[in-house]
């Protein structure tokens, strides 16, 4: 029993990694622009399978990676530019439609171009599964462990110990303000998309050597980023990063010990008891004063 | 203390302004002019246009008429943004804090704005080496920028505080790092709302010596402020709303005297 639990819960550690990088690119477009994208589950689909049809056709998998997560930030760029900025005087609600038709229309978009059926990917490395305290990780699960280190650590040294970081949060503080100071305010915009939509092709990338890739995987990781991002706090990096394992690993937990039907009402759950006994979310900030 | 006399240069013209809100009239055919290196007070009680006045030249509100130019540029009908990088810097009411920052970082943000695309026109006593990622320029950059900021936040009285968040501030020392961030980016005109309100002693003797310290690099510094003693101390110039017009122009010394004015105005406060 408690090896079967130590197992679900090693299991939920790598799709909450995977969660974590889909809700950061949530965090990082919301603390900048102030706006949830709800198509940021598509942006994983993108570099799922856009990585996959480059190996497919012959490409290894280090460059296929790159790539890919190039075209989820050009996706990402566009979306921004095409739809977003022509947008930005529209009111948030009206914004978060825009992002859900998106959605849509990202998902039919792949639909049309790769069909249904499933792309493989094969694995970053081979060899056999990492043993840790009686569990078993797949070699995939170091290098989707290894991109959370990195997409994070980045992230944090960017915004802690960079000028443009600290402008970044000067601008999420008070965007009227900041621009009086000569922050580009929509130039970190675009650049918000672009990363989170990189961030979220590599997490697509990332996953698709364990679950496959298929043209309607955002929408399920994005729902799953989601909730992890409101779950850590949607104002909080390192929230996204709690939030994702959270939600990963009970997930599974609940998966493993009931049923897997029970996998996303339990994570559902949860969320629902954080938003009631600490609504800013487990690491998020409280609403500051005027 | 002797105050010098200010240049004759003029920075900042507000031509014929008016602002009207529906039927009310909050600044009424306005016009003066501050000049580098001066302070200008702008008195008058509650409700006298004094914060509109301000929110029209720094952009916030279009004027109903008239206009604001800056050394001969045209302002009105500008973005806030776009009057900001022709060197417009204001301070509020109650102080503006960027939540989450330091008070070194709150510095350095409006220090380092420009290399993020603002386009505040570059300053001769402060050259940044441009920045590249990890090379020899940009460390010196940063050093260079870092000790900018702490000489700043030393001239304001708040050097001590440099690692403390900007939640953790009391309100005095809020309003003199909302003062040090706006000196930061070495603005052409600087518009103070109220700068000493809230304020003990110490305080503002920082606020006043940090005033002085912009006229003397060149700023044209517009003075809204309720302690008229204080005002009328550290203005060159003075002039009087009343009722969205403009009832008086001189010198503090004339401007006490004036009846009209002692009448609408100083005859109250100094009761």
């Excluded at chain 1, 914004?95 to 998902?107: E, K, M, N, P, Q």
């Excluded at chain 1, 056999?128 to 959370?148: E, H, K, R, T, Y």
């Excluded at chain 2, 000790?147 to 403390?164: Q, S, T, V, Y």
């Excluded at chain 2, 606020?207 to 044209?220: C, K, L």
Aim: hydrophobic letters at 55%; glycine letters at 12%; one cysteine or more.
């Amino acid at each position: 029993m408690i090896a079967s639990l130590w197992q679900y819960v090693l299991s939920g550690v790598v799709d909450g990694a995977i969660f974590a990088l889909v809700a950061a690119g949530f965090v990082l477009i919301y603390q900048v622009t102030g706006l949830i994208n709800f198509a940021q589950g598509e942006f994983a689909m993108i570099g799922a399978m856009t990585a996959a049809s480059l190996a497919t056709a012959g490409m290894p998998i280090l460059p296929a990676a790159g790539l890919a997560m190039l075209a989820a930030a050009v996706v990402g760029a566009l979306f921004y530019l095409l739809a977003i900025r022509p947008a930005r005087a529209a009111t948030g609600v009206t914004l978060i439609f825009i992002t859900l038709g998106l959605d849509v229309a990202l998902r039919g978009l792949a639909l049309f171009v790769w069909g249904t059926n499933p792309l493989s990917l094969g694995a970053f490395s081979s060899g056999n599964a990492i043993q840790l305290f009686g569990g078993a990780l797949p070699p995939q699960a170091m290098w989707v462990l290894g991109s959370d280190v990195i997409v994070f650590a980045a992230l944090y040294l960017f915004f802690r110990h960079t000028y443009a970081g600290t402008a970044v949060r000067a601008a999420v503080a008070n965007p009227p303000i900041a621009s009086t100071f000569g922050i580009p305010l929509r130039t970190f915009a675009f650049w918000s998309f672009v990363v989170a939509a990189a961030i979220g092709g590599l997490g697509g990338v990332m996953i698709a050597p364990i679950t496959s890739a298929t043209y309607d995987m955002g929408l399920t990781l994005g729902l799953a980023g989601f909730v992890a991002a409101v779950l850590g706090g949607l104002d909080s990096l390192p929230g996204a990063l709690v939030g994702g394992f959270v939600l990963g690993i009970v997930e599974h937990v609940a998966g493993g010990l009931w049923s897997t039907g029970w996998e996303q009402g339990v994570g559902f759950l949860i969320l629902v008891l954080v938003l009631v006994l600490r609504p800013q979310g487990l690491l998020g900030r409280a609403a500051r004063r005027a | 203390m002797t105050v010098a006399a200010p240049p004759a240069t003029t920075t900042l013209d507000v031509a014929n302004v008016t602002m009207r809100f529906g039927g009310v009239v909050a600044v009424d055919d306005v016009t003066f002019s501050a000049r580098t290196g001066e302070v200008l007070g702008v008195m008058g009680p509650n409700g006298a246009g004094k914060t509109t006045l301000f929110n029209v030249i720094s952009g916030v509100q279009r004027p109903t008429a008239g206009e604001v130019s800056l050394r001969g540029v045209r302002l009105t009908g500008r973005s806030v943004e776009d009057v900001a990088s022709c060197g417009v810097t204001r301070t509020f009411q109650t102080p503006v804090m960027f939540w989450g920052l330091t008070v070194r970082e709150s510095v350095e943000v409006a220090l380092s704005a420009r290399e993020f695309g603002g386009t505040y026109p570059p300053a001769p006593q402060r050259e940044l080496a441009p920045c590249g990622l990890g090379t020899r320029g940009r460390r010196a950059a940063q050093a260079a920028l870092r000790e900018r900021a702490a000489a700043i936040l030393d001239a304001a009285g708040i050097g001590a505080m440099a690692d403390r968040s900007t939640e953790s501030l009391a309100f005095g020392e809020e309003r003199l790092l909302e003062l040090a961030r706006a000196l930061a980016v070495e603005p052409t005109v600087l518009l103070l709302d109220e700068p000493l309100s809230g304020l003990n002693p110490d305080e503002v003797e920082a606020v006043i010596a940090s005033i002085r310290s912009a006229r003397a690099a060149g700023v044209a510094v517009l003075l809204v402020e309720h302690a008229v003693g204080e005002l009328l101390a550290v203005a060159d110039r003075v002039v009087v709303l009343d009722h969205g017009r403009m009832i008086a122009e001189g010198s503090p010394t004339q401007v006490a005297a004036d009846p009209v004015v002692v009448d609408a105005y100083i005859g109250d406060e100094l009761e």
